[in-house]
């Protein structure tokens, strides 16, 4: 069975201050991959997908960046941090135009 | 630009009544649609797909999809505490990913 894994789980970090969080996906090759974020009181914001290897599609322009090393490994970064990225990081994937599975979050602090 | 509707409530439903959640989208071409849970600080699960009018059941859960309105419900019986918590209504987009709604809070009382 596919299993989604997400770290770190809670992070706090200052503003300014450079971010990596990383998602793998087990049981499954050449899936698409998304990055959501979930702001207090707002809805999931698709932030970035992805069809395969070193293919990124950004949604939303920001200090964020997202990268795919490997088929089954995504990564979200940020150079500088600001107040504004605070919020609920969710990295799911799914297999053409359908359901999609989220892995367990990480929950972002930007102090 | 996609867009989808939900209530944000919270809705409160009694222990074993029938809760009733809505949600309305924008593209009249839209074909798909999922309902998520997500409790309080968790990751959101899936809970129903449906793709074609009329409805469509799964154990307590119906879903329900009429395309000539642009709306999506989802039906849950025999309300039990344990289904308190958020329900996400997803437009299918593609490849690109799922339009979401807000969601809205279910609060079931026991």
């Known amino acids: 069975s596919q299993t989604i894994h997400q770290w770190p789980a809670t992070l706090v970090q200052p503003v300014g201050s450079p971010l990596s969080l990383e998602c793998t996906v087990e049981g499954t090759s050449n899936p698409n991959l998304y990055w959501y974020r979930q702001a207090a009181g707002r809805g999931l914001q698709l932030l970035f997908y992805?069809?395969?290897?070193?293919?990124i599609s950004s949604e939303v322009p920001q200090n964020l960046s997202a990268s795919r090393p490997q088929d089954r490994q995504f990564i979200l970064s940020s150079k500088k941090l600001l107040l504004s990225d605070s919020g609920f990081y969710l990295c799911?994937?799914?297999?053409?135009?359908?359901?999609?599975?989220f892995g367990p979050g990480t929950r972002l602090t930007v102090t | 630009q996609k867009e989808v509707e939900q209530n944000s409530g919270p809705l409160s439903v009694p222990e074993g009544a029938i809760a009733s959640l809505n949600c309305t989208y924008s593209d009249r071409g839209s074909q798909s649609f999922f309902w998520y849970r997500q409790y309080s600080g968790k990751s959101p699960e899936l809970i129903m797909f449906?793709?074609?009018?009329g409805d469509k059941e799964d154990g307590r859960f119906t879903a329900q999809l009429n395309k000539a309105s642009q709306y999506v419900s989802l039906l849950i019986r025999d309300s039990q505490p344990s289904d308190s918590a958020t329900y996400l209504c997803a437009d299918v987009g593609g490849a690109d990913g799922l339009t979401f709604g807000k969601g809205t809070h279910l609060i079931i009382q026991p």
């Open positions: 449906i793709y074609s009018n």
């Open positions: 799911a994937w799914g297999q053409g135009a359908y359901e999609q599975y």
């Open positions: 992805s069809v395969g290897i070193g293919q």
